[in-house]
């Protein structure tokens, strides 16, 4: 009997320091990528497929694979010729091989930093077609006043990533590389 309610207060206690440990890491974690992650590894794998980054960056710049799930990917791609009311339309293998590359590549199949935050916030239940519209990035977006941003003629709209983040097309979206056009250095306050 006593000997099971030792067993047992270690088990719990060992379970708990590993999730107080598990809380400090990221924490930590976290703190040290901000200063690692300029010009190293960044929070999202960049673009890497030729075809893709010519066809795709015509009306904003190609947004990494690791930014929507797998399923968003495949609906956005099947409906590329009523595209966000613009005709995106491509041939048939094209279709078919930038879908595969981003499929592959999707949020859901990348262990980066920021497809693992966009994941864990992300219902199973949602197909978002836009990146826009995934919990995490309303969050994180939400303190900008629209004079920031719809307002604003030199961003139009958050779906521009790369007018803020001066660094969004290596797929780095720290805080200290944001710039918003028209607007003193998000960092300085
Ligand atoms: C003819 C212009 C055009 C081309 C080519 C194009 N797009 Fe778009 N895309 C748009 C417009 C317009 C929007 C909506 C922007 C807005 O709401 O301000 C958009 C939005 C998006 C969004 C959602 C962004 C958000 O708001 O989160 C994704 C994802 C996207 N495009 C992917 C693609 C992919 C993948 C391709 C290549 C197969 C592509 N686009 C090619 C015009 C285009
Ligand atoms: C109008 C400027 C603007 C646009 C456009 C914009 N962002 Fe941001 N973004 C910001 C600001 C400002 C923050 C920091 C918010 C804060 O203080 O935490 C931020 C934060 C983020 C973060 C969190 C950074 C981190 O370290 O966790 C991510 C990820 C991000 N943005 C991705 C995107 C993506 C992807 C797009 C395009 C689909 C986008 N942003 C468009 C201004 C912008």
Redesign the pocket.
């Known amino acids: 009997m006593k000997l099971k309610f030792t067993l047992t207060s270690i088990v719990m206690i060992t379970v708990l320091t590993s999730t107080l440990f598990v809380f400090a890491d990221d924490e930590e974690h976290e703190e040290h990528e901000?200063v690692a992650t300029v010009g190293k590894t960044p929070?999202v794998a960049s673009v890497d497929n030729e075809m893709y980054a010519k066809e795709c960056s015509a009306c904003h710049f190609a947004?990494q694979a690791g930014?929507l799930p797998k399923r968003s990917w495949e609906k956005l791609m099947t409906g590329l010729e009523d595209h966000f009311g613009e005709n995106a339309e491509l041939s048939i293998e094209m279709q078919a091989e930038l879908t595969q590359y981003l499929a592959e590549n999707a949020a859901d199949n990348s262990l980066d930093k920021?497809p693992m935050?966009f994941m864990r916030g992300l219902s199973e239940a949602e197909t978002p077609l836009r990146?826009?519209e995934i919990p995490y990035?309303k969050r994180?977006?939400r303190?900008?006043s629209k004079q920031?941003?719809t307002e604003?003629p030199d961003?139009k709209s958050?779906?521009?990533?790369d007018?803020?983040?001066t660094r969004?097309a290596v797929g780095s979206?720290?805080?200290r590389e944001?710039k918003?056009p028209g607007f003193k250095n998000?960092d300085d306050d």
């Open positions: 901000s929070g947004y930014l920021i935050k990146i826009t990035m994180e977006h303190e900008m920031m941003v604003n961003v958050l779906s521009y990533c007018k803020c983040h969004a979206y720290s805080e944001i918003i998000w």
